[in-house]
């Protein structure tokens, strides 16, 4: 019989997944991080999933614990899950979204036909009463809209003033998904589009980014759909009414009619409006905690502690790049939390601010670091960088005239080949400093690249690599080691 036997498996090393991916049978990858709580939610559904399929293999990779597998995958954020089928990549699915992940791993296990949409009944069908229970809970839980969940009846007092609030905040106010640099659906492109095209500023608030303000707009405006547009806190309507509108001139008479300052051709196209709607004492709490420090994050959670994946990814982009920088918890002050929001026409967290200026959230800052940017408005800004990378890798190598990189300590050994050469070391009398890269991931990657050189245990002498496990064993056979490591 194949597949996992209806149980989860702990993957330790890449061999042992690719081994699994060659049979051929279904196999479901979860990568997971044991600080990340929507992780735990999702593996109890993986777990009730392994029981319902049995003849799939159902793995889980602790993501910061095996990043040669997280980064062959383009792992970024946790919860995340790869589905393989022949040997083959044949789906992904980012986030904690029970219902999806149920419906895929049916798909992909050949209970459902391909392009089925995700749906309550499909899912009791394909998943059985067992994960049916757990997605319902979890939903019900996490406010998810997924299965369906009503809101409701009635709107409490503090969501009313919330949604009245981010409606005033702005003499054009976009209700969209996504971003206006990032649209998430066409119809949202459209309306930005307009606006633009109509040369006037508006403010917008990313719906798909709070559950709450997504379920009370609609009910908050008797309007079931989104986009919404409103103008001095009057919904105009959706995508079709705002395209109708534009195309018979209409708009730009609304616009008139309440106000709205046109930008002449001059100044350019419209786009992002400033906050308005803040209380002053808020707004000048805000601009403080901004420029608290050269470089500030506002996040979920702390640095040492991010209480999501998109925290955690900015603040170790911000480790990579070796700049100091302080950071705010928004989950600890809501009035911080939904106020800078508005005040920054951003509407998700992490945001990252540099001088004063905000750079934006984890995607944009993660394709700033590759792309050098960041780097270089860090320069330009007169942040300091600390001690490179390169710099400490160089004064490790250097500690000892004999040097070894290795997994574990010496007297404790975290894998067989750095036992091995530890053994060989000691064999031959010869002594050496050593460094323990499963305590530093820093070390543990750079170190690949300083190197070229993809695997431990390193042994180097007088800052030159020797090689690895099968080197010194056969330098060790060959009765050269200590001669090669006494030159």
Request: hydrophobic letters at 35%; glycine letters at 10%; proline letters at 5%.
């Amino acid at each position: 019989m194949g597949g996992g036997g209806g149980s989860v498996k702990d993957v330790t090393s890449k061999g042992e997944l690719d081994g699994l991916r060659q049979s051929g049978e279904p196999v479901i990858l979860h990568f997971w991080a044991s600080w990340c709580e929507a992780s735990k939610h999702m593996d109890q559904v993986f777990s009730r999933l392994s029981t319902d399929f049995p003849n799939s293999h159902f793995l889980r990779v602790e993501a910061e614990e095996q990043p040669e597998i997280s980064e062959e995958y383009s792992v970024s954020a946790v919860p995340y899950f790869v589905f393989f089928k022949d040997a083959k990549v044949v789906d992904k699915l980012e986030g904690a979204d029970p219902s999806s992940l149920a419906n895929k791993v049916a798909k992909v296990a050949g209970s459902i036909n391909p392009g089925e949409a995700a749906a309550p009944a499909s899912l009791g069908m394909a998943a059985g009463p067992t994960v049916l229970e757990t997605v319902q809970d979890l939903a019900k839980e996490n406010g998810s809209s997924q299965m369906g969940n009503q809101v409701q009846p009635g709107l409490s007092d503090t969501v009313k003033e919330r949604l009245q609030q981010l409606i005033d905040s702005h003499p054009v106010m976009l209700f969209m998904k996504g971003s206006p640099e990032e649209p998430k659906c066409g119809f949202s492109r459209k309306v930005v589009d307009i606006l633009k095209d109509e040369r006037v500023k508006f403010g917008m608030f990313d719906i798909l980014s709070d559950n709450e303000i997504r379920e009370g707009l609609k009910k908050f405006s008797n309007w079931p759909t989104f986009p919404q547009l409103y103008c001095k806190g009057e919904l105009l309507g959706g995508c079709d009414i705002v395209i109708a509108m534009h195309e018979s001139g209409e708009l730009k008479e609304v616009f008139r009619d309440h106000g709205v300052n046109i930008i002449g051709t001059d100044e350019g196209v419209g786009g992002i409006s400033e906050p308005t709607g803040l209380s002053t004492n808020l707004a000048s709490r805000l601009r403080s905690l901004i420029n608290l420090s050269p470089v500030m994050l506002f996040m979920k959670g702390k640095p040492d502690e991010p209480k999501c994946g998109f925290s955690h990814k900015v603040v170790e982009i911000l480790k990579q790049e070796k700049v100091d920088f302080h950071s705010f918890d928004i989950l600890s002050d809501d009035e911080v939390h939904q106020g800078l929001k508005v005040f920054s026409n951003w509407s998700s967290y992490p945001q990252l601010y540099i001088k004063g200026e905000r750079i934006g959230g984890s995607d944009i800052v993660l394709e700033m670091q590759k792309s050098g940017e960041l780097q270089r408005i860090l320069a330009e800004k007169g942040i300091i960088k600390k001690e490179t990378l390169e710099d400490r890798l160089r004064s490790l190598i250097s500690s000892s005239p004999v040097m070894l990189f290795m997994k574990g300590t010496p007297d404790a050994p975290r894998c067989g080949f750095s036992s091995k050469v530890v053994n060989a070391l000691r064999e031959e009398g010869v002594s050496f400093g050593s460094f323990d890269i499963l305590t530093d991931d820093e070390v543990r990657q750079g170190l690949k690249v300083f190197s070229n050189w993809p695997t431990f245990p390193q042994l180097y002498c007088k800052g030159e690599l020797i090689g690895g496990c099968d080197i010194v064993l056969e330098l060790q056979t060959n009765a050269e080691l200590k001669a090669t490591l006494s030159e």
